[in-house]
């Protein structure tokens, strides 16, 4: 598997441990935006990883579904233009399920983007 190729999202780019989930809680850094609470940790691989948390309180599993199929995407897209390589762990908010692809997109953009700070 060509780990450079933008089109593909591996099992190696998520993250599925719970240990993994907690190092980037207690040793990342915490970025919010209206949509998504974002912890970033870096990971020393050669490429991101990205975890997402979307609690019943967001909605029905219709609506929990469908932010992380849009979070994926946005995270598939526009992994090159975070440097370096960080854990990403987002946790969704209610507002989450109110926006519309391109808000979450313009979102995750402006924080992956302080990130770098």
């Known amino acids: 598997m060509a780990s ?3 089109e593909d999202f591996p099992r190696s780019h998520r993250i599925t441990r719970p240990a993994d989930y907690r190092a980037a809680y ?3 850094r915490r970025f919010q935006s209206r949509s998504f609470v974002l ?3 870096e990971n020393g691989l050669d490429h991101h ?3 997402i948390t ?3 309180r967001v909605g029905g599993a219709v609506v929990r579904n469908r932010i992380k199929r849009r979070l994926r995407e946005i995270f598939r897209r526009c992994r090159a233009e975070i440097p370096r390589h960080y854990d ?3 946790n969704a908010r209610i507002q989450c399920a ?3 692809y391109s808000e979450l997109q313009r979102e995750f953009l402006l924080v992956s983007q302080r990130i770098c700070r």
């Open 26 to 28: 207690n040793g990342g």
């Open 54 to 56: 979307v609690t019943r």
């Open 49 to 51: 990883r990205l975890g």
């Open 88 to 90: 990403l762990v987002v």
């Open 4 to 6: 450079d190729n933008r």
């Open 39 to 41: 912890f970033a940790r």
């Open 98 to 100: 109110e926006a519309d």
